[in-house]
């Protein structure tokens, strides 16, 4: 799903470095990954971030860390959020640090204690510079990024890095390997039916028994987590076309109004016509 409103810095740099800054719709991000390794920076307001089923609050003018590959989903509380992110590729920076890809990076707020915060906080100030060198958009733009990123990833190696091996994750690599698998054929595939039987193939596993994997390991079964990511592109459409509501139900893949609509306010808490007409105030 593509982001609201959003203004890429940068493209990637040789490096392996993104930097973007993101006005996201508040509501509801459905779970997704990426192999990349992502900082997040709240610029306004707050939202809820949950990681491998724990939800974390990140607050304005604070940072947290998503691990590469780490599923995860965001709840925005205002009506738009803005952020500062960037991705990271682990494989690029093992040039500086060997061995990279086999560390894992915790740095959500639960990780911040008293040793800690003196480096959180200073990674935080190095966040604020980022923007401000941004806002002045001169030719050193890309070369003064990729100074903070590379300070800023490197206090976070060093003070929230730690190898595989000594931080038990609490979820085994096959359970991450299929819950990805099923995050991803369901973003590629969700404005089409989608039954059981060709997901349970993918993962090699029985209707039922992926049933009873899928709601234990992501807390939802899986209709529901389906129809969570078709409403969110629903409110991705309403935001940004002028399409009409059934059309954007259709194409989102619905089939009845009944169940898009009861989806969709129990994720945003309005109907989505009342969602469109907030929409036709703001612009």
């Not at 006005?23 to 991000?29: E, L, S």
């Not at 509380?77 to 952020?83: G, I, K, Q």
Request: aromatic share 10%.
């Amino acid at each position: 799903m593509s982001d609201a409103l959003y203004t890429t810095f940068q493209e990637p740099l040789r490096s392996g470095i993104r930097v973007a800054y993101l006005t996201v719709a508040g509501g509801y991000n459905p779970l997704h990954w990426h192999d990349e390794l992502e900082i997040l920076y709240h610029l306004n307001g707050a939202s809820d971030i949950t990681i491998d089923g724990k939800t974390y609050p990140l607050r304005s003018k604070h940072m947290m860390v998503i691990d590469s590959h780490q599923v995860h989903s965001t709840y925005n509380h205002e009506r738009n959020s803005m952020f500062l992110r960037i991705h990271i590729s682990k494989k690029y920076m093992e040039k500086y640090v060997p061995g990279l890809e086999l560390y894992r990076i915790r740095c959500t707020p639960d990780d911040v204690n008293d040793a800690t915060f003196p480096e959180y906080l200073q990674i935080c100030l190095l966040l604020q510079e980022l923007v401000r060198a941004y806002s002045r958009d001169d030719v050193t733009l890309p070369m003064e990024t990729e100074g903070y990123v590379l300070q800023i990833f490197s206090r976070i190696i060093r003070c929230f890095g730690y190898p595989q091996r000594e931080l038990p994750t609490g979820v085994d690599v096959l359970t991450s390997e299929r819950i990805r698998q099923v995050i991803t054929y369901v973003a590629e595939h969700f404005r089409e039916p989608i039954g059981l039987q060709e997901v349970s193939d993918l993962l090699g596993l029985g209707k039922e028994a992926f049933c009873r994997f899928f709601k234990k390991n992501m807390g939802r079964t899986f209709l529901q987590y389906v129809n969570e990511v078709r409403a969110a592109n629903a409110f991705q459409d309403l935001e940004d076309t002028d399409l009409p509501i059934a059309e954007i139900m259709e194409r989102n893949g619905f089939t009845t109004q009944k169940l898009f609509n009861r989806t969709f306010k129990e994720i945003y808490g309005c109907t989505p016509s009342a969602a469109r007409k907030e929409v036709a105030k703001e612009k």
